[in-house]
């Protein structure tokens, strides 16, 4: 029998288990520092995070171990006759569960979420040196219209 | 002698004309409806962005006319050792103006706002179909490293 797989918003104690997650993936490693005791500057963006009602920070569980990440964000536009959008990033899926659906069923479950909150369109960008993902959100119905373009300050 | 450009938070009596410029442009006029009274989503819209201290909507203003327009979201992320970055959308300069670098300068305007806002990045995904737009933004400093992916729902 699969093992059912729940999703909730994260809370302190998942922060952990989430940065973890976050470092151990071929981009991650090299932009995140997983140590003991966690950077203060990861406590800091959760607690804004959480603090937003604009902003969700959810983990997938099972057998309440946590084994996959996403935030979403909720943005008004007045674009599109001033309706909002949900824009989603940062998402992880442990290292043991990979290739099971786990990732399939985050991205599924924050596409209900966006709906919920009356947004007309999801939103992401994946990098282009991630050769799986863009055929993994092909598949769950993204399509790749736009050119995500980045500048670092 | 050039005409001064400066730059500011919209007000509510900005919004006639920012929604003029949004439909005044090839995909913008199959999704806006710029019409009088203005659909009232604009204004719960932009009643919601500035009501957001994690949204700012910024005009482009020369002879006390908005000549330009474009939103900045400000997002905290555990990613990137839980930095802020920026997100750049529904830039739009007025149909008159265009060509004459307003676009430039709102960009650099919303870079350098970014900077005030401690992000690492700015980001903001673009239109295939737009030919123009990823030359434009790579001359300013972007890279189109990422692919930009949609779902409407």
Avoid at 76 to 85: A, E, F, V
Avoid at 106 to 125: F, G, N
Wanted: aromatic letters at 8%.
């Amino acid at each position: 029998m699969e093992k059912k797989i729940t999703f909730r918003i994260a809370t302190e104690q998942d922060l952990d288990k989430i940065v973890k997650m976050l470092a151990d993936d071929t981009l991650g490693s090299k932009r995140e520092r997983y140590e003991q005791p966690l950077p203060e500057s990861y406590l800091k963006a959760f607690q804004a995070i959480t603090s937003d009602p604009n902003n969700e920070l959810v983990v997938a569980c099972q057998d309440n171990e946590v084994i996959g990440v996403l935030q979403i964000t909720f943005t008004p536009y007045i674009t599109h006759q001033g309706r909002w959008r949900a824009t989603i990033e940062g998402v992880r899926t442990s290292s043991s569960e990979r290739g099971k659906g786990v990732g399939t069923e985050l991205i599924r479950w924050a596409i209900q979420r966006a709906r919920e909150r009356d947004c007309h369109l999801v939103q992401l960008t994946t990098d282009k040196k991630r050769n799986d993902a863009l055929r993994f959100y092909e598949q769950l119905g993204f399509k790749a219209t736009h050119e995500g373009m980045k500048m670092k300050l």
